[in-house]
């Protein structure tokens, strides 16, 4: 049983790291490359978690219940991340827009 969950761990690390690669390329602003980065390292940790509860299944330590609430812990968090960062980014837009109208109209 070792074999395959070295594996599993080596496709794990791998698909992990990939993950984290976009996260180096910077953006223009500040505000909007804390949430590429964050979102970038949410799907890392996700993918780290998803083959950590497999490698350790494969292992013959299987225990669901943790890896579960370990992995929806997570999800929640990253659907809520991704939330919060759409209404803050799309309200900065609109005052941005807002001021900019009305600078023109004066």
Do not use: H
Not at 48 to 64: F, H, K
Not at 73 to 78: G, S, V
């Amino acid at each position: 049983m070792l074999l395959p969950s070295l594996i599993m761990f080596a496709i794990t690390v791998a698909f992990t790291s990939l993950c984290f690669v976009p996260a180096l390329f910077e953006r223009k602003s500040r505000l909007l490359n804390f949430y590429w980065v964050g979102v970038w390292l949410f799907v890392g940790l996700i993918a780290a978690l998803s083959g950590a509860e497999q490698t350790v299944m494969l292992a013959g330590y299987d225990n669901p219940e943790i890896a579960g609430r370990l992995l929806g812990t997570a999800t929640l968090c990253f659907m809520l991340f991704v939330t919060f960062a759409w209404f803050r980014l799309s309200g900065v837009a609109l005052l941005k827009a807002a001021r900019q109208l009305r600078r023109l109209a004066y």
